[in-house]
């Protein structure tokens, strides 16, 4: 059964710091790995999907790589802003599967 | 091209009544899925629907909880009898071919 964690669950920081999210999973027969931002009462804002044969992806300040092997992805954001203050989600999908598994996600504050 | 669509944000049921959460998927999106977010928990799937299709509900309660996506019309969730445990954010998301799935605002659903 696939599980999925976050580490860490909870994150405060200062403005412009560069930050690491980590996400692992336990079944690394995975088709592909997505990266989702929650901001409260709202719904979910797709960040990067990385497919199982890539390493990493990119966009803007966000960074995002995949260690199908060790069954590992980090979330990388670069010069932190206030407005990236949100809940930040990874999601699994296998290859035989529609569904995503979800892990319980990191909560960060970036402060002024 | 308008994005996935959810009625109503909030909804407020007394326990023992039904509920009923839509979901309008984003134009030329066959495939819908369902999952649930409890409080302080992360999302859970529940159902995978392609029109007039059931294909995975390895996540549904056996019980009271029924889903369904017309040939015509949205995706509808449904809830009997509902009970306090029912209480969590409702969400739905859409996607053309089983590809990148994009989420919907969510239904929020108190049960009293």
């Known amino acids: 059964k696939q599980e999925v964690t976050q580490i860490p669950a909870a994150l405060s920081v200062p403005e412009g710091e560069n930050l690491v999210l980590n996400c692992s999973f336990t079944d690394s027969a995975i088709y592909n790995l997505q990266w989702f931002r929650q901001d409260p009462g709202k719904g979910l804002t797709s960040l990067l999907l990385?497919?199982?044969?890539?390493r990493e992806q990119t966009s803007g300040r966000l960074n995002a790589s995949l260690d199908k092997s060790s069954g590992r992805s980090t979330l990388y954001i670069a010069a932190s802003q206030p407005g990236d203050s949100a809940t930040y989600l990874c999601a699994v999908r296998r290859g035989d599967t529609d569904k995503l598994i979800f892990g319980t996600g990191t909560r960060l504050q970036v402060f002024p | 091209n308008a994005g996935v669509m959810q009625n109503p944000r909030h909804l407020v049921r007394r326990r023992g009544q039904e509920a009923r959460l839509r979901c309008s998927p984003m134009?030329?999106?066959?495939?819908v899925y369902w999952y649930r977010q409890l409080p302080e928990e992360g999302l859970k799937f529940m159902v995978y629907?392609?029109?007039?299709?059931?294909?995975?509900e390895s996540g549904m309660p056996k019980e009271r909880f029924s889903a369904e996506f017309p040939k015509e019309g949205p995706s509808i969730l449904r809830i009997q009898q509902v009970v306090r445990g029912d209480s969590a954010a409702y969400f739905c998301?859409?996607?053309?071919?089983?590809?990148?799935?994009?989420f919907g605002p969510g239904t929020r659903l108190t049960v009293l």
């Open positions: 998301a859409s996607s053309p071919i089983g590809d990148t799935q994009y």
């Open positions: 990385i497919q199982s044969s890539q």
């Open positions: 134009k030329g999106h066959s495939h």
């Open positions: 629907l392609q029109k007039e299709n059931i294909i995975d």
